[in-house]
């Protein structure tokens, strides 16, 4: 299915059109239905008036798909090596939040471990961290979990929504408990000076919905999620590819 298929081509617009805050680039890895391995695209440039990503929402369907804007990180630089998803050994990570300060951060990744993401942001990072623990034996829940609580332990109130895909799972992570939103650094000089929809009250809400088909959808706030379910805060969910129930953890 594609995300129109799911929630419709006025509900795509709508999230299209958040490109114009979040303008830092966008990017999408998918599973297809010809083979199981992740692809993977994304670029530097504003999302809201690309075509492509028009495509990617309306006409491209897919057996599971992560779809990202990014509004960078301030001090982030905003290169296509940077731009969510990342991608690493068949997994495909997105993120919104930020985890500070990222120099001390960046202290508990060795270079090479770095090197293997991609990237010099505080994503790449955390996404390191989590490759680590998978090294060691760790399934992709468990390890993702434990990074997280490892993190929340160590800095203050990071912002941690996670998206990460495999052919096999996708685990889904709300953490922003605390997390502090620099609405001074928001551009909102494409949007007559207003934030979209959710943005002042409920920037870092997370919602989704099972459709009757078994199909199931995440989002982050923008859109209207009447008739959805809240992700609640500190949790993790693992949502199986294939048919199957989910599995919530507590962080």
């Known amino acids: 299915m594609s995300a129109a298929d799911l929630i419709g081509a006025d509900e795509c617009r709508q999230w299209q059109d958040l490109g114009l805050l979040h303008a830092d680039g966008w990017g999408t890895a998918w599973i297809s239905e010809q083979t199981t391995a992740i692809k993977r695209f994304r670029t530097p440039e504003e999302g809201a008036d690309d075509p492509r990503l028009t495509a990617v929402l309306d006409r491209e369907p897919a057996v599971g798909r992560i779809t990202h804007l990014r509004m960078a990180t301030a001090g982030m630089a905003e290169l296509a090596e940077n731009t969510h998803p990342f991608l690493a050994r068949g997994i495909a990570l997105a993120h919104n939040g930020s985890v500070h300060p990222v120099e001390r951060l960046r202290e508990f990744v060795t270079p090479a471990e770095l090197a293997e993401v991609g990237g010099t942001t505080d994503t790449a990072i955390v996404f390191a961290l989590i490759l680590r623990r998978i090294s060691q034996g760790e399934g992709l829940l468990t390890a993702t979990v434990a990074t997280v609580r490892m993190l929340r332990e160590v800095f203050d109130h990071p912002g941690m929504n996670l ?15 605390g997390t502090a939103i620099l609405y001074e650094h928001f551009d909102t000089s494409h949007l007559g000076g207003r934030l979209p929809l959710d943005h002042e009250d409920h920037y870092y809400r997370m919602s989704w919905q099972r459709l009757p088909t078994g199909a199931t959808i995440v989002s982050s706030s923008g859109l209207d999620h009447k008739g959805w379910r809240l992700i609640g805060q500190n949790t993790a969910m693992r949502l199986p590819v294939s048919p199957g129930a989910e599995t919530s953890v507590r962080l």
């Open 163 to 177: 998206l990460l895909l495999t052919s096999q799972e996708m685990i889904v992570v709300h953490a922003t408990e």
